[in-house]
């Protein structure tokens, strides 16, 4: 069996003794006001408190490519093996990914090092929030692992092009899901192509 996709708070904690654990913090804060929505790192809220010995890995700087095509597009293979290594997550890592948010980052990040080859991670069911509610300890400030290598190994086909999108419409072997919220002020539509 492989790793489970969802692990416990009871279950990460149980595995505090294991010397390739790394566990991550993948918070990022996006917030809706007057205006554009606001995007802001997690790393404060890490800092304020965050599960013993994780370490924060900044999506919004360290894995996202300003210049990408859509936001939080992905950045290149070396990019994401320089960041994670540097975090401390090796080829023979298990990772549990969590955010202090509603999990969509965490679960991003799960998505992200699938994308690159890895699949010895796992997330965080519930998040912070989860970890703190089983009633286990937080830290605060920085924690750390040593550098370690990563190898990243980039799966094309887990990445589909709008012009591929637009092909799968019309094929019934395709099942597309749309997992935008639908308000009242926000309909969801099909975008214009």
Not at 37 to 51: D, F, K, R, T, V
Not at 139 to 144: A, I, K, L, N, Q
């Amino acid at each position: 069996m492989g790793t489970p996709h969802l692990i416990t708070a009871s279950d990460l904690r149980d595995l505090g003794d294991d010397p390739k654990l790394r566990v991550v913090d993948a918070t990022v804060h996006l917030r809706f006001g007057d205006g554009a929505p606001q995007i802001e790192s997690g790393q404060e809220s890490y800092l304020a408190g965050h599960i013993p010995g994780a370490v924060f890995v900044d999506q919004l700087l360290a894995l996202t490519d300003p210049d990408g095509e859509a936001p939080f597009a992905v950045v290149s293979s070396e990019q994401f093996a320089a960041a994670v290594g540097a975090a401390g997550v090796g080829d023979d890592s298990r990772v549990v990914v969590y955010d202090s948010e509603n999990g969509i980052w965490a679960t991003r990040l799960w998505w992200q090092f699938g994308l690159e080859g890895f699949d010895n991670v796992a997330v965080l069911a519930g998040g912070l929030q989860a970890w703190v509610d089983a009633g286990f300890p937080v830290d605060r400030g920085e924690s750390g692992y040593p550098p370690a290598e990563f190898t990243a190994q980039r799966r094309e086909e887990r990445i589909e092009t709008t012009d591929e999108v637009v092909t799968d419409v019309d094929d019934s072997g395709v099942l597309l899901i749309n997992a935008s919220t639908e308000t009242p002020s926000r309909p969801a539509t099909s975008p214009e192509v």
